[in-house]
Structure formats: C-alpha cells, structure tokens
C-alpha cells in the first residue's frame, strides 16, 4: 500500500508540473515575446502564478483571461502577491562578484547593501543621497550604465577608471562634479550588464542586502529598514 500510494503521490507531482508547463507554453505562444521565469498553480480559483520580468501576473489553466494585481487576503490584509514577488526574487548576495562594484565605508560598515546605479539616472542620485545620510554603512556600486545609449557607458569608463573609483563616483553623484578623462584601463562592463540581466535587473536603481532582498527604485525608508534588520545579531 505505502508503494502505491508514493506511486500516486509521483504521478500527482507529475500532472502538476504537465497543467504548469502547458499554461506556460500557453502564455508564451499567445503573447510574443512575453518569457515566463517561472509558474506556480495557486490555491486560490485554479489560477495559475506567473513571474514575468519583474511582475507577477495570473492566468487561468485554459488562458482564457490575464490578472495583472495584488491578491489580497482579506482577512489579515496580507498583500500575497507582493510578498511572493519578493521570495521569488531573493538572490545570493554572497555570490554577487563585489570585485566589480565600487566600495564605499562609512563607520563600522555594519549595514550592508548593494546598489545597481547608472550615471545619469536622478532616482540613482536621490538615493545615494539618502545613503550618504546613513552612518556604519557599507555599499557596493554596481554600475550598470543603460539608460543613455553612448553616454553612460562613457561616465561609467571614465569613473571605473579614476585612481579613487568611489570618490569619482560619489562627487558625480551627490555634487555633479565630473570626472576626469578615463585613462586605459581595463572596465568590466560586459560583466556589468551580464550581471544586471542574470539578476533581472531591467532599471535603476535596484539595491540587495544581504540575505537577498531587493528593493526596486528609490525607496529609501524600506531599504534604510531591511539593512537595519540584516545588521542585527
């Protein structure tokens, strides 16, 4: 008995995996160029979760209708799209490659974070100025220069390649100071944009602390809270 209920239990396992990989297939024959991360059956009206790009939208098992915003649970008004939108999108912050991101330590260093910044983007400036603000900090810039097609690139280089990389950078940043002209030197920007694209970093700025959660855009006060949080004991 306890064989073939195991047995019943695989095929279970099975049938839910083929109704996931068909809505996916589904979703992605019907909508060109959409590409589904990742699809989870919900327990709530059969329907189907999927992570597309930075999003979490829902679909029925036959495709017939598309549910773009947060399910909310109604009796403790937990907002249960959001909170699998940020478990979906937690990564390993110790596998992030720090060699490549500018260093800057204030204090003790004790809370941690690592921003993906463009030289040119003002959300990026307004919250390296809220992080200036904070003491016993630590922060890695990862530059990831995509908003102005020749332009950034060229900041990126010639801050990348300024002999103190975080004062050249943070003098842009918080004081419009440009930096000088970039010397030879090798800039890891195919590293930089492969990185921003494995991690589904589609804008900027986009910060992680260090048990893996992002935070998208400027939100200063979430991410002043999550590095508190992640400095503790």
């Keep these: 008995m306890q064989r073939i209920a195991a047995f019943l239990f695989v095929l279970l396992i099975a049938a839910a995996h083929a109704d996931e990989a068909s809505v996916k297939k ?19 009206f059969g329907l189907y979760e999927m992570l597309v790009g930075e999003e979490i939208i829902y679909t029925d098992e036959k495709v017939n209708y598309i549910f773009n915003g947060s399910v909310i649970d109604a009796k403790t008004r937990r907002n249960l799209t959001e909170e699998r939108l940020q478990k979906l999108s937690i990564i390993k912050f110790n596998d992030l490659p720090l060699e490549i991101a500018i260093k800057q330590v204030r204090g003790n260093g004790k ?9 040119f983007c003002p959300y990026c400036r307004r919250l390296d100025q ?10 890695y810039t990862f530059l990831l220069p995509i908003l102005r097609k020749d332009e950034s690139p060229q900041m990126a280089t010639r801050i990348w390649c ?46 992680f602390v260090p048990n893996g959660q992002r935070v998208v855009g400027a939100r200063f006060e979430d991410l002043q809270k999550l590095m508190n949080d992640t400095a503790k004991p």
Excluded: H
Excluded at 111 to 119: E, G, Y
Excluded at 184 to 198: E, H, I, S, T
């Design 26 to 44: 589904a979703v992605e024959a019907r909508f060109a160029g959409v590409k589904v991360e990742s699809i989870t059956k919900t327990p709530y």
């Design 111 to 119: 809370r941690v974070v690592a921003v993906f910044s463009d030289p």
């Design 130 to 139: 809220s992080l200036a603000q904070m003491q016993d900090t630590t922060v």
């Design 162 to 207: 300024s002999a103190d990389r975080a004062k050249a950078y943070y003098d842009f940043m918080l004081n419009n100071k440009e930096p000088g002209t970039a010397t030879d030197c090798k800039v890891p920007l195919d590293r930089w944009l492969a990185l921003g694209q494995k991690l589904a970093v589609r804008a900027t700025p986009v910060s």
